[in-house]
């Protein structure tokens, strides 16, 4: 059973930074892409960031593009997503998702296991 935490949510002021972790149980998750999604209020859930299993490939949403960063330990069996210049409009319960592959991707149904999510709230 794969189990994802994240943690590092938190309130900032809007230009301010912020990163989230997410740790996963298991032996296995370096062979796995990852993904970070978020939900704001009333709207679906969208993509964030993908890395592949060895980090060598990252994708990103337009909306974060040069602000944010994804990266893993895989030693560490960690996942991290570095978020700068953060505005209001980033306000999200942000989640983690393990890839059903090694490849990185933007899609949903590419990933099969998730977090409880963590609530990031910037200020204005």
């Known amino acids: 059973q794969v189990q994802l935490v994240e943690s590092g949510g938190g309130l900032v002021q809007a230009g301010g930074s912020l990163r989230v972790s997410c740790a996963a149980s298991g032996r296995t998750f370096s062979v796995y892409a990852m993904g970070w999604f978020r939900q704001a209020p009333g709207k679906e859930r969208e993509f964030v960031a993908g890395?592949?299993?060895?980090?060598?490939?990252?994708y990103y949403a337009d909306s974060v593009k040069g602000r944010f960063t994804i990266s893993r330990d895989n030693a560490k069996n960690t996942v991290y997503l570095q978020m700068n210049s953060l505005k209001p409009e980033d306000t999200a319960v942000y989640y983690c998702?393990?890839?059903?592959?090694?490849?990185?991707?933007?899609?949903?149904?590419?990933?099969?296991?998730w977090g409880q999510g963590t609530q990031v709230t910037v200020a204005s």
């Open positions: 998702a393990r890839g059903r592959t090694g490849r990185g991707s933007g899609t949903k149904n590419d990933y099969d296991y």
């Open positions: 890395i592949s299993w060895t980090g060598s490939s990252t």
